[in-house]
């Protein structure tokens, strides 16, 4: 299996000291967002592109650091105005116990096609 790089477009929220640009990064990837910034609340996004790219994606890994739910949307950049469709519904990464708590924020996840 061949890991894609990825190419920041553009970030909503970041912490100081885990910014969005940190995806790009092989050995450190931790993007996390300040909780005070978020608008709506809660939530964050961020934009990325897959250098090269793919023509089929057979796996997501996800590594938390204390996000409780996610999702994958995935469009052509060719395509204006994009069309996104959903690559890996939402997914409940924390329980709210653990959200409250802050445990296990460190868990990693690995989503494929099998």
Same mark, same amino acid.
């Not at 920041?8 to 940190?22: E, F, K, Q, R």
């Not at 395509?79 to 519904?89: A, G, I, K, T």
């Given at each position: 299996?061949?890991?894609?790089?990825?190419?920041?477009?553009?970030?909503?929220?970041?912490? %100081? $000291?885990?910014?969005?640009?940190?995806?790009? !990064?092989?050995? +450190?990837?931790?993007?996390?967002?300040?909780? !005070?910034c978020?608008?709506p609340?809660?939530?964050?996004?961020? +934009?990325?592109?897959?250098?090269?790219?793919?023509?089929?994606?057979e796996?997501i890994?996800?590594c938390?650091? $204390?996000?409780?739910?996610?999702?994958?949307?995935?469009?052509n950049?060719?395509?204006?105005?994009? #069309?996104?469709?959903?690559?890996?519904? %939402?997914?409940?990464?924390?329980?709210?116990?653990?959200c409250k708590?802050?445990?296990n924020?460190?868990? #990693?996840?690995?989503?494929?096609t #099998?």
């Amino acid at each position: 299996m061949t890991t894609i790089k990825l190419k920041l477009l553009s970030c909503s929220n970041s912490a %100081v $000291g885990a910014p969005g640009s940190n995806v790009e !990064k092989i050995d +450190l990837n931790e993007w996390q967002t300040d909780p !005070k910034c978020c608008k709506p609340p809660g939530e964050a996004e961020i +934009l990325l592109q897959l250098t090269p790219a793919a023509k089929t994606i057979e796996s997501i890994e996800i590594c938390n650091a $204390g996000t409780a739910l996610i999702e994958v949307l995935a469009a052509n950049s060719a395509d204006e105005p994009r #069309s996104y469709s959903v690559l890996l519904p %939402v997914q409940i990464i924390m329980s709210p116990t653990e959200c409250k708590s802050g445990s296990n924020r460190n868990r #990693s996840r690995v989503f494929d096609t #099998s």
